[in-house]
């Protein structure tokens, strides 16, 4: 069993920064893939970013430039990060969090606005 815990998320101003974090715990060695992906009121759930055990990334269109996945595998707790910058309105929406697109985050709300 994998858990995932999120956080970064909260209100920004246009053009504005914040980073979203996603730490796993529980059976991390089963974890290969570790991505964003973000809804809207109204739309359908789409991928933001992912990132492979091998580092390999995928983005985005949308967003390429403006954000950056990583991630940091220890021991015990696999963290995947969202660096997200040049932020735009159209980018609110609730962030979540996957494992391998099994395991989900509850989600965390980006709003940008000013």
């Known amino acids: 069993q994998v858990q995932l815990a999120e956080s970064g998320g909260g209100v920004v101003q246009p053009g504005g920064s914040l980073r979203l974090s996603c730490a796993a715990s529980g059976s991390i060695f089963r974890i290969y893939s570790m991505g964003w992906y973000r809804q809207a009121p109204g739309k359908e759930r789409e991928l933001v970013a992912a990132?492979?055990?091998?580092?390999?990334?995928?983005?985005a269109t949308f967003v390429k430039g403006r954000f950056t996945i990583s991630r940091d595998d220890a021991e015990n707790t696999v963290t995947a990060y969202l660096q997200m910058n040049s932020l735009k309105p159209e980018d609110t929406a609730i962030y979540y969090c996957t494992a391998d697109l099994v395991v989900w985050g509850q989600g965390t709300q980006v709003t940008v606005s000013s």
């Open positions: 990132i492979g055990k091998d580092n390999l990334t995928n983005y």
